[in-house]
């Protein structure tokens, strides 16, 4: 059973950046869609971004297009998400998740970590 979790989360000011970390144990991530969602109080989860565990396409939500960037590492079983230019507005628990396929969605039946928290002050 592939188990997900991440990393990294914590406190930063509007402007700045913060790196997530998604770190896969229990088994393989091959052919499985990996991606970010996040939610913040008293919203919906929302799509942030994803990438093909092979090939490396990445899809991003519009709110984050060139301010993150997701990447993955094979050899390390890994996924990051890099927050640039951070806004309070991307304050959000945010979630990795691998679904089987080439799409991310949330109703895919793979796999989701726990969720880290992100704090961005103005």
């Known amino acids: 059973q592939v188990q997900l979790a991440e990393s990294g989360g914590g406190l930063a000011q509007a402007g700045g950046s913060l790196s997530l970390s998604c770190a896969a144990s229990?088994?393989?991530?091959?052919?499985?869609?990996l991606g970010w969602f996040r939610q913040a109080p008293g919203k919906e989860r929302e799509f942030v971004a994803q990438?093909?565990?092979?090939?490396?396409?990445?899809v991003y939500a519009d709110p984050v297009k060139g301010r993150f960037t997701i990447s993955r590492d094979y050899a390390a079983n890994m996924m990051y998400l890099q927050m640039n230019n951070l806004k309070p507005e991307d304050s959000a628990v945010y979630y990795c998740?691998?679904?089987?396929?080439?799409?991310?969605?949330?109703?895919?039946?793979?796999?989701w970590g726990q969720g880290t928290q992100v704090t961005v002050s103005s």
């Open positions: 998740a691998a679904c089987p396929g080439v799409v991310i969605t949330q109703a895919c039946n793979g796999y």
């Open positions: 990438i093909a565990w092979l090939g490396g396409s990445t």
């Open positions: 229990g088994g393989t991530l091959s052919r499985h869609a």
